[in-house]
């Protein structure tokens, strides 16, 4: 059974920096991500990282996130810096196992940059 733990997240100002982690099981998996989840906006991807080691972002974190991968330990973290009002949201971890085309989230964190 695949599961997916997140930690991390938070409350931070403006400019400041925050790290998620993600922990996975049950599987070995061909994609590890983050999504991220507004008040009324639809959910959309911030990062992915393959287990090749190809990662992808969205445009408006490129440069301030940096998604890194443990195929390993199966983990992944999300390390945000200069941090924007706009970046408030709920972060999900997504992971999709190899050989499926079926992906899995967490439970989200929720991440709050405020003044």
């Known amino acids: 059974q695949v599961q997916l733990v997140e930690s991390g997240g938070g409350s931070v100002q403006p400019g400041g920096s925050l790290r998620l982690s993600c922990a996975a099981s049950?599987?070995?998996?061909?994609?590890m991500g983050w999504y991220r989840q507004a008040p009324g906006k639809q959910r959309e991807l911030v990062a992915v990282?393959?287990?090749?080691?190809?990662?992808n972002y969205a445009d408006s974190v490129k440069g301030r996130f940096t998604i890194s991968r443990d195929n390993a330990k199966n983990t992944v973290d999300l390390q945000m810096n200069s941090l924007k009002s706009e970046d408030t949201a709920v972060y999900y971890c997504?992971?999709?196992?190899?050989?499926?085309?079926?992906?899995?989230w967490g439970q989200g964190t929720q991440v709050t940059v405020s003044s």
């Open positions: 990282a393959t287990n090749g080691g190809n990662t």
């Open positions: 997504n992971a999709r196992p190899r050989f499926t085309m079926v992906s899995y």
């Open positions: 049950g599987s070995t998996f061909a994609a």
